[in-house]
Structure formats: structure tokens, C-alpha cells
Nanobody
């Protein structure tokens, strides 16, 4: 059973950066699409980035694509989300999620993922 643990969240000033980590255990992420999602209070959970299992192709929500990058290190069974130029609107609980599949592309739909971490809080405020 795949388990995911996020870390790296915290309080940061507008314009700052954070790197979130998603560490997997119980299975190798080589065989999984990994996505990052976020949910702000009173809002629906939205997909912001994903990386495919085959070839590591990324996909981003339009509002973050010029500020965030996603990467994975299979040897560490870890996926990272580098967030730059953070804005107050980025404040949310951030989750990583996984789907067992071997594809060169990925989707940002909530319903497409089977395994979820507990989340890490990101707060952007001065």
C-alpha cells in the first residue's frame, strides 16, 4: 500500500519561495503519476501540478505554471514542488496524491488519484 507524506510547508512572505516534498513508502513512485493539489478555506480542492510516471512530463495549473516547478527523484522515492514568487492567494493546505499507472502524461483532476497524503500548510503573508 502506497503511503505519502508531505513536508516543507510554512509561513512565507509574498514573493518568497518554498519547496514542498512528497515522500512515498510502500511502493516505488516509478509506477505512479504524482500530483500536487491545494485547498484553501471555503474553496474546492484544485490540482496545481502533476508529473507523469513515464518520462516525467509535467503539467501545471495556468495560474502557477510560470512560478512552480515539479520534479521527482526516483532513487529517493520523492517528488518535489518548488514554489517561487508566492502570493497570498497561494495560501492553502497542499496535498500530494498518486495514481498507479504507466503513462507519459498526467491529469489535474481530483478524481483521478487513488492515494493521498495528509497535507502540509502553506501560508503566504506579510
Amino acid at each position: 500500500q502506497l503511503q505519502l507524506v508531505e513536508s516543507g510547508g510554512g509561513l512565507v512572505q509574498p514573493g518568497g519561495s518554498l519547496r514542498l516534498s512528497c515522500v512515498a513508502s510502500g511502493a516505488f513512485i516509478n509506477y505512479y503519476t504524482i500530483g500536487w493539489f491545494r485547498q484553501a478555506p471555503g474553496k474546492e480542492r484544485e490540482g496545481i501540478a502533476c508529473i507523469s510516471s513515464v518520462d516525467g512530463n509535467p503539467k501545471f495549473l495556468e495560474s502557477v505554471k510560470d512560478r512552480f516547478t515539479i520534479s521527482k527523484v526516483n532513487a529517493k522515492n520523492t517528488v518535489y514542488l518548488q514554489m517561487n514568487s508566492l502570493e497570498p492567494e497561494d495560501t492553502a493546505m497542499y496535498y500530494c496524491a498518486a495514481k498507479h499507472e504507466l503513462l507519459p502524461s498526467c491529469l489535474l483532476s481530483n478524481t483521478d488519484y487513488d492515494y493521498w497524503g495528509q497535507g502540509t500548510q502553506v501560508t503566504v503573508s506579510s
